[in-house]
């Protein structure tokens, strides 16, 4: 609006002027005419030079107006082009050039403007970069992390053949994925069968590296805890930071007992669980009421029933808490004694 009322201003004073000089002259002519000093012959002359007079100046007001469109136009198209060539440069995604132009003050908070956007989003872009290869090197890192576990846990499992026990893990992974490692070392009696289990102190593919390395090389027992089955005698042995706990089939309830090791039977059940699946349920109790409640109805169905309904329990209590840590629960059950 303000480019529009300058060009008006600058067109305005040779359009007044014209104006003026013929209401001057036809003003002049009127008052001779009037006082009786003019004859028709002069009349018609000095009307002739009036027409002259008034086609001149007509002349001379055009001619004026169409060189100060003239200089006016040259003067916004210039600082124009060059702001169009700068957006075109940004569109191509050249960020990092100032725009300098000089031209009326509405160009100039113009050409401000573009400089303003292209810093913004050179950063922005640069920033989406970042995030990019951060999102990038995480997932790489998730993914690697996520082949780790499956080797320790479930490939170990599948490859565990034994017709002493049968074994199914329950997993459940946060975002922040934290090493759970089982194993079945095979020792030179037969009728002894070994599992290990070691949980990673740190999260992440780092946490799980040191996992492995600490279970190959150290044989401390806070490394990992030690369970033995005696088939010769039907007892449970263990040592470590980690309890099972053991459910009679026949008499359908816990075993109680903190020493060992433990008189076990045919059918009966034991479970090994990570930091991660305590911390859920914050209380000891709530995981045997909520596996006791499951075994109760289902024991006698076998492995596979109750792990399934045991997992269907942890999968309700997983809609309604928010998971912060890897959980994993290791269903056990004696099978030959």
Sequence with gaps: ??????????????LIGGIALISLLFTYLLMRLMSGELTPALIDAKFRACLALIFGSAAFTVIGMIATLYWIAHRISRPVQRLNNSALAIAAGQYGESIQVQGPKEIAELANTLNTMSECLHENINRLKENSLLRERM????????????LMLQKNIDHCRSDAIAVKPITAFSENPKGFLVDFPKGDATHI???HVAEAEEEGLEGMYQLLMRYKH?????????????????TLHWDGPQIPLIWSRAEG?????????????????????????????RDPRKIADLLSK????????????????????????????????????????????
């Design 193 to 195: 069968f070994h599992v």
């Design 1 to 14: 609006m303000r480019i529009r009322t300058r060009l008006l201003l600058s067109l305005l004073p040779p």
């Design 218 to 234: 150290s044989k401390e027992k806070r490394v990992r805890t030690f369970l033995t089955l005696d088939r010769s005698q039907s």
């Design 253 to 281: 309830r816990w075993v109680e007992g903190t020493t060992v090791p433990i008189k076990i039977r045919p059918g009966d059940f034991f479970f090994l669980f990570n930091q991660g699946f305590a911390s859920f349920y």
């Design 139 to 150: 997932y790489g890192e998730y993914e690697c992390s996520m082949l780790l576990q499956h």
């Design 294 to 337: 499951v075994l109760k109805i289902f024991a006698q169905d076998g492995l596979e029933t109750t792990t399934a309904m045991i997992q269907k329990e942890i999968s309700f209590a997983l809609r309604r808490k928010d998971l912060e840590d890897d959980i994993h629960l290791l269903c056990f059950q004696i099978l030959n004694i």
